[in-house]
């Protein structure tokens, strides 16, 4: 039995994913197509006189910009941000863990299919909106076709960590960026919250798309079934599933709700979207939050 050498092996990732990438890129253009020429547009920060929010100040800004008033009010400096001002920087983290390659029915796509298009349709809307785009530790934020590929490569390759929570410590999100985190956050509360907690403090919005298969939300089975773990050999048999259907129910929309109060803790949004379901739907419902989101946050500065 041979051994591939790591450059061989880097190699074939590499391929397969320059052989993915277009049909990734066709579905995410596809699912962008509509949303940007609707109503669901961002307000963004920029070199324009309307005003649009505060936020505290970094070094190179320019003192003239910093409002004493407003910083009067708490033991921070903050500037006060006008449209266009400079570009902001959008942080894609896409869930690749084991748990996310399930489908339920050949007629949708998996949960990991559907995690990728919505995760290189997002960037593809925010640089087309005029912002900045990088995935979760993985490579500079940009906001050129370049940029764009190389997200999509690295989401074909399978060279993106394979874990269910971001790590916080792994990378530095950039100051005051959007932080857009998509999977299914079905690892316990306690670690998710941990997490969340940890990453919120660099953010100055965050969003969580998360994304299940039906059949993990309704449980639309009868009769005898062998349910396995992801990722490991661990199996376990129900004779009526329908004996447990009710309970099981209860507990999955426990936890979206828990999920959906962490959410709210960190003032960060929420999206579910079921793999049933179109992604454009899915994606015009984020682009819509989002754009209400920036101007609640504008008029609640004034």
């Given at each position: 039995?041979?051994?591939?050498?790591?450059?061989?092996?880097?190699?074939?990732?590499?391929?397969?994913?320059?052989?993915?990438?277009?049909?990734?890129?066709?579905?995410?253009?596809?699912?962008?197509?509509?949303?940007?020429?609707?109503?669901?547009?961002?307000r963004?920060?920029?070199?324009?006189?309307?005003?649009?929010?505060?936020?505290?100040?970094?070094?190179?800004?320019?003192?003239?910009?910093?409002?004493?008033?407003?910083?009067?009010?708490?033991?921070?400096?903050?500037?006060?941000?006008?449209?266009?001002?400079?570009?902001?920087?959008?942080?894609?983290?896409?869930?690749?863990?084991?748990?996310?390659?399930?489908?339920?029915?050949?007629?949708?796509?998996?949960?990991?299919?559907?995690?990728?298009?919505?995760?290189?349709?997002?960037?593809?809307?925010?640089?087309r909106?005029?912002?900045?785009?990088?995935?979760?530790?993985?490579?500079?934020?940009?906001?050129?076709?370049?940029s764009?590929?190389?997200?999509?490569?690295?989401?074909?390759a399978?060279?993106?960590?394979?874990?269910?929570?971001?790590?916080?410590?792994?990378?530095?999100?950039?100051?005051?960026?959007?932080?857009?985190?998509?999977?299914?956050?079905?690892?316990?509360?306690?670690?998710?919250?941990?997490?969340?907690?940890?990453?919120?403090?660099?953010?100055?919005?965050?969003?969580i798309?998360?994304?299940?298969?039906?059949?993990?939300?309704?449980?639309?089975?009868?009769?005898?079934?062998?349910?396995?773990?992801?990722?490991?050999?661990?199996?376990?048999?129900?004779?009526h599933?329908?004996?447990?259907?009710i309970?099981?129910?209860?507990r999955?929309?426990?936890?979206?709700?828990?999920?959906?109060?962490i959410?709210?803790?960190?003032?960060?949004?929420?999206?579910?979207?079921?793999?049933?379901?179109?992604?454009?739907?899915?994606?015009?419902?984020?682009?819509?939050?989002?754009?209400?989101?920036?101007?609640?946050?504008?008029?609640?500065?004034?």
């Open positions: 039995m041979s051994i591939l050498p790591e450059s061989l092996k880097l190699r074939h990732k590499a391929e397969g994913a320059s052989a993915d990438l277009p049909a990734l890129m066709m579905l995410a253009e596809k699912a962008v197509t509509g949303v940007l020429q609707g109503e669901h547009t961002q963004k920060a920029g070199q324009g006189e309307k005003f649009w929010q505060f936020r505290e100040y970094v070094p190179g800004d320019r003192p003239q910009d910093i409002d004493w008033r407003q910083s009067a009010k708490t033991d921070h400096i903050y500037v006060r941000q006008k449209e266009w001002q400079t570009p902001q920087t959008c942080v894609l983290w896409c869930n690749q863990g084991q748990s996310m390659d399930f489908t339920s029915s050949p007629k949708q796509p998996s949960k990991l299919e559907a995690t990728r298009i919505l995760t290189l349709a997002m960037a593809i809307l925010m640089t909106a005029g912002e900045q785009a990088a995935l979760f530790g993985n490579q500079r934020a940009g906001r050129t076709e370049l764009l590929q190389r997200i999509g490569e690295s989401l074909c399978n060279t993106l960590p394979f874990e269910d929570l971001p790590d916080p410590y792994y990378y530095k999100l950039p100051r005051h960026c959007t932080l857009i985190q998509i999977g299914d956050f079905l690892a316990p509360l306690e670690d998710t919250e941990s997490v969340f907690r940890k990453l919120s403090g660099r953010t100055s919005n965050g969003l798309i998360q994304v299940l298969d039906p059949a993990e939300i309704e449980l639309p089975y009868s009769g005898r079934y062998v349910f396995e773990e992801p990722g490991t050999k661990s199996q376990e048999q129900i004779n599933v329908d004996s447990i259907k309970e099981y129910q209860k999955i929309s426990a936890h979206i709700e828990g999920l959906q109060h959410c709210r803790d960190q003032h960060w949004s929420y999206i579910l979207h079921s793999t049933d379901s179109e992604i454009s739907d899915t994606l015009a419902k984020i682009w819509g939050a989002m754009s209400h989101r920036s101007m609640m946050h504008a008029e609640a500065a004034l």
